[in-house]
């Protein structure tokens, strides 16, 4: 089961989204700097935004069918840090995460992403996770870098435009070590 479960970390708890994270969602992604290096619809995230994510999350449980989406929370820290998830894409899942700006270069994103593709691989029996970058996120890609992946050939090669903006594929492939069963 992966529906209820919360996943914990050196120093994060990644937990479900729940009724009540509306306010700290709306907070966070209220943040032009954030909502607009995500796939998101190009307008200022709201309430109603915040309610309707929720309100999808728990229609949708975690799992393999959905994907896995998560709330972070740090101790000593009140209400969400960040988000992060494994959203189903085409034949694949990709990774996708933000953390709120008051809590920026900690290493928050790199803890959260690199459990997360490691719940991928291990409970989703995922062989390969991908990462989409839009425009210009030297963040983002830095993280991407420190847990392993790697530039798509090729999309590196052709830059194809997304709302407007380049976006680059990363993909990583499930460790051989890993005996987790395989699914596509
Ligand atoms: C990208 C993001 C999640 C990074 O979160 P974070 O918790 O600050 O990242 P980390 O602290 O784990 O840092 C990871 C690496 O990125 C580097 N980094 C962080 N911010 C950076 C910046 N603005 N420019 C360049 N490098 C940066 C860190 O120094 C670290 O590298 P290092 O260990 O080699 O020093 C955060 O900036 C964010 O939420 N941005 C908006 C949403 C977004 O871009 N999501 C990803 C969509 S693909």
Request: charged fraction near 25%.
């Amino acid at each position: 089961m992966i529906e209820d479960d919360a996943l914990e970390t050196k120093r994060l708890r990644l937990r479900p989204f729940q009724r009540g994270d509306e306010d700290e969602l709306t907070r966070h992604l209220g943040d032009w700097e954030i909502t607009r290096q995500l796939a998101l619809d190009p307008r200022p995230f709201g309430l109603d935004h915040a309610q309707d994510w929720i309100d999808e999350c728990l229609a949708q449980p975690n799992g393999h069918k959905y994907g896995l989406r998560f709330a972070i929370e740090a101790p000593g820290e009140t209400g969400l840090v960040g988000g992060a998830g494994l959203s189903p894409l085409g034949a694949g899942f990709e990774l996708g995460y933000w953390i709120g700006r008051p809590f920026w270069r900690r290493g928050y994103a790199t803890e959260a992403a690199s459990a997360l593709v490691g719940l991928g691989f291990a409970a989703l029996g995922l062989k390969g996770i991908m990462a989409l970058v839009f425009g210009e996120n030297p963040a983002s890609v830095r993280v991407l870098e420190k847990i392993g992946f790697e530039p798509a050939e090729a999309v590196e090669a052709s830059e194809t435009e997304g709302a407007g903006r380049a976006v680059r594929e990363y993909r990583l492939c499930r460790p051989t070590s890993n005996k987790a069963p395989a699914r596509p």
